[in-house]
DNA sequence: GGATGAACAGACAGGTCTGTCTGTCTTAGA
DNA sequence: TCTAAGACAGACAGACCTGTCTGTTCATCC
């Protein structure tokens, strides 16, 4: 029904069970808050079986990053799809964000809360610095696709905007965050586009 | 020599010392990280002396967060108190954001990452929210003070900024993050201020 | 029909965590 | 000098966490 598992038609498979009921703790708890037990228990997967198919509590956090960023990398490709005008294809990334923000169970940026909560040299940190650094190349390609006169400082400014609003909706609960993130950066991208020393091209 | 402590001239309390030892420990490492074992040994105190001070971990948490809270608001006060101009106010505030996150220590905000690693009901989460809203409220009434528009849009937008850049900071290790905050910082200021409604006042 | 392998349940080991408790020592003040 | 309080060391309880292991069930395939 969704990769394999050849006969069994309802269930998926017990690594995407786990996946699922990873995705799910993880992203609303936090990593060092759940447990394998609790994993185990949503997914209906026994532990050996975790054991098996993953190794370590390590590389199960790390292959539910990996997923979360390809979805990420899929959705933000889409929605940038949609539009021909660099400036267009920015904002469609903030509206993006503005809708899942907007879901009661947002809980921020994955990304950024297991960066702040695994050690700096673990694999988990070198998968958020990957998703992270792809975001950011992302941004500036669009910076320069737009003809930003500092491609490099509007990526950056824009991905700070996306951070900040992240941080905002979640931690504050603030529904405001993502619109206003979205008229920050319309902002910046025309001055940046205009540029800095007066004479537009 | 601290504060009391009669006699013994060279040690701080014992309630003294445990707030420095959770004061790094915890900002360094993180709250779920850091055991209580690590504090007391790091601030040679006993287990029993910890808890007849403050009673739980949880407390301890909330008041080093307290204590880190209040030496941010008298940090950010000094500051703006050098300057007349509400323009100057808002930007001496990314220019100390950057020498605090130029210290190889720095670790992004720790109200940030504490909200991050909170239950929503514990009373950690209500001390973050307490400051989060203290700094919203100084950048909205600066924001006023400098005639924006929307002192309240320009508000949020400052503050996500700081967010933004403060993540980048720390989970990128980019040192050009406080730079780019205070640049576009400014960007915003005069935006607002001469007012997306073309007529300058 | 028998073999193979994936998934199951659940006990167990070894470690860590918070929090409690006992008992000792030192110092300040009556 | 006696007392009371603060701080000390460290054992202990009880919970929880990761990871291992044993043995069972069941579908698939030769």
Redesign the pocket.
């Known amino acids: 029904m969704t990769t394999k598992?050849?006969?069994?038609p309802e269930?998926r498979?017990?690594?995407e069970?786990l996946l699922g009921a990873a995705d799910e703790l993880f992203y609303e708890e936090g990593i060092?808050?759940?447990?394998?037990?609790?994993?185990?228990e949503r997914?209906?997967?026994?532990?050996?079986?975790?054991?098996?198919?993953f190794?370590?509590?390590?590389e199960?956090v790390r292959s539910y990053l990996q997923r979360r960023h390809e979805l990420r990398q899929a959705r933000m490709l889409e929605r940038i799809a949609r539009h021909e005008q660099p400036r267009e294809q920015i904002l469609s990334l903030f509206d993006a964000f503005a809708e899942v923000a907007a879901n009661p169970k947002f809980s921020g940026c994955a990304f950024a809360r297991a960066g702040a909560e695994a050690r700096p040299d673990s694999s988990i940190k070198a998968t958020v610095d990957e998703s992270r650094a792809w975001t950011l190349a992302l941004f500036t390609r669009l910076a320069a696709d737009a003809g930003a006169a500092d491609p490099q400082l509007l990526g950056l400014q824009l991905v700070s905007l996306y951070d900040g609003a992240s941080m905002s909706a979640y931690i504050d609960r603030n529904p405001q965050a993502a619109r206003v993130a979205r008229t920050t950066a319309a902002l910046l991208v025309d001055a940046a586009v205009a540029g800095p020393k007066r004479n537009a091209h």
Chains 1, 2 share one sequence.
């Open positions: 598992t050849a006969s069994s269930r498979s017990a690594r069970r060092q808050t759940v447990g394998i037990d609790r994993i185990i997914a209906g997967v026994a532990k050996a079986s975790l054991y098996d198919l190794g370590s509590k390590e199960l």
